[in-house]
């Protein structure tokens, strides 16, 4: 009979059909191990002679009751996840070491528990007294949150079955030790089991479980990424360390929806909500120069307005440099491809730099076009109109296609104090009151009417 066991390295995940005693993937030593699937091999033979109970079938039909929810008050918080937290939810919050996982989450802990939400902090990563501190300095030493400093996994798994909290908070997955496996914390094997155990957890004992997870900026090391797909819901907290700014996304959400953000700003006494972040971003905006182009954009839910900031210099390289922070590179090559071909604007031998002010990333199609008038006004040395706005998709033909949701951004434009918008053609119309709407058919027409007969 032939065999498909498969064979995984506990310490990087990556599989093979077989044994060997180096991992060729990450070159530990003595971390193959052989996963029998439980539909193939002798497994299977058990699985098909005894009978296993019948599984109740129900319809698509049958009334559900939307899952109750608690708020914590924390506005941008309390979106981001859905309309608040659902109980025995499983959440990962990921980020890179430093940014502010553990303030946003004791932050988040004291407000549910004075919301009356029974709420235990575990810390791995600092002893009782240091969170306590952090607590006194955030002001919040006096909400119920009730606090352990520990790693052994079997420990706390204990202690919140005697305890029974209804939200548990797990600072970090990777300090986790659960002693039934044979590898170091912080390894794949250890978090994907340490995650395993406590999202059972929080489904078997009605909890909600927030785990903190920390990834690299290459996403290496036994990141989380595992274990996103053992949660409900992955937020991740991000943001340049330069910045004060703090956005918390949600990049899957089993009781919401995904791509929702809440901006935070990281001040003296902890995190502070935004409550209105196009004015933030928008705040280090002095007066209008070449390469400077404000970009309405749609953030889950809401509209917020960005600033693209893009250099064109002669290169000194053979090979000029692409820089981006901020947004996607392979889309700044296709854009500047299709400004190349299709309007006739060259840039070989200039370097591109384009930057998202503020440490915001950005990732809509609908940027497209605001990229492209940045990099044209860096290139022809020409300012655009300072009280304008710009959206819209760019197809590899020129053609522009319309964005979602074009009322929304004029909307939050013309709160913001512009007075002119320039957009694709087609598509929904939006108009608003006190707005100029320039609608434009493809890149070449844009290109005249922003900058002249191009
Ligand atoms: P932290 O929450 O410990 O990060 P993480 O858990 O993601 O590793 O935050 C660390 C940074 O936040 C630290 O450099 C100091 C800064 N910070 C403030 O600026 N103000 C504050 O009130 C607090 C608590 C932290
Ligand atoms: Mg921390």
């Not at 049958?62 to 914590?72: D, N, W």
């Not at 929806?257 to 933030?280: H, K, Q, Y």
Request: hydrophobic share 40%.
């Amino acid at each position: 009979m032939a065999k498909t066991n498969s064979f995984t390295c506990s310490s990087c995940g990556a599989s093979f059909s077989k044994w060997s005693g180096r991992c060729e993937a990450c070159g530990d030593w003595n971390t193959i191990v052989q996963e029998v699937p439980l539909s193939a091999g002798p497994a299977s033979k058990s699985l098909g002679a005894k009978r296993g109970s019948a599984v109740r079938l129900t319809d698509l039909s049958t009334e559900e009751t939307p899952p109750p929810r608690t708020l914590s008050g924390v506005t941008e918080l309390d979106r981001v996840l859905g309309g608040g937290l659902v109980p025995a939810s499983a959440l990962l919050v990921g980020g890179d070491p430093g940014i502010g996982k553990s303030t946003l989450l004791l932050q988040a802990a004291a407000r549910f528990a004075r919301n009356g939400l029974k709420t235990v902090y575990v810390s791995g990563e600092e002893a009782s007294a240091q969170v306590r501190m952090r607590a006194q300095r955030l002001g919040l030493a006096d909400a119920p949150v009730k606090l352990a400093a520990e790693t052994n996994l079997r420990d706390i798994l204990t202690t919140l079955e005697a305890e029974k909290p209804e939200l548990a908070i797990i600072d970090s997955i990777q300090t986790m030790w659960a002693d039934n496996v044979d590898s170091a914390p912080g390894s794949v094997s250890q978090v994907r089991a340490a995650a395993h155990e406590l999202t059972t957890f929080a489904k078997r004992r009605n909890v909600s479980v927030i785990l903190v997870g920390h990834v690299t900026k290459e996403g290496q090391i036994a990141g989380p990424r595992v274990v996103e797909h053992m949660v409900d819901t992955v937020l991740y907290f991000e943001g340049e360390r330069g910045h004060q700014f703090r956005i918390l996304r949600a990049v899957k959400n089993r009781f919401g929806p995904a791509d929702e953000i809440g901006v935070f700003e990281m001040t003296g006494r902890g995190l502070a909500e935004v409550t209105n972040p196009s004015a933030l971003f928008l705040s280090e905006r002095g007066q209008p120069t070449p390469g400077s182009a404000v970009f309405a954009g749609i953030e889950g839910t809401r509209p917020v307005l960005v600033e693209l900031q893009a250099l064109v210099a002669p290169s000194p390289h053979s090979q000029p440099r692409r820089t981006v922070v901020g947004w996607d590179g392979g889309r700044l090559a296709m854009i500047l491809a299709v400004l190349e071909a299709r309007c006739g604007i060259p840039f070989a031998g200039l370097d591109v730099y384009l930057n998202v002010a503020g440490g915001m990333k950005i990732s809509e199609p609908a940027a497209d076009l605001a990229v492209a008038a940045a990099l044209l006004s860096a290139r022809e040395d020409t300012a655009l109109p300072a009280d304008t706005v710009v959206f819209g998709e760019i197809s590899l033909s020129g053609a522009l296609r319309p964005a979602p949701q074009t009322e929304n951004r004029l909307k939050e434009a013309q709160k913001l104090g512009f007075t002119a918008a320039i957009a694709p053609a087609g598509g929904k119309s939006g108009t608003v009151s006190g707005l100029a709407l320039t609608r434009a058919t493809d890149l070449t027409g844009f290109v005249g009417e922003v900058f002249g007969a191009g």
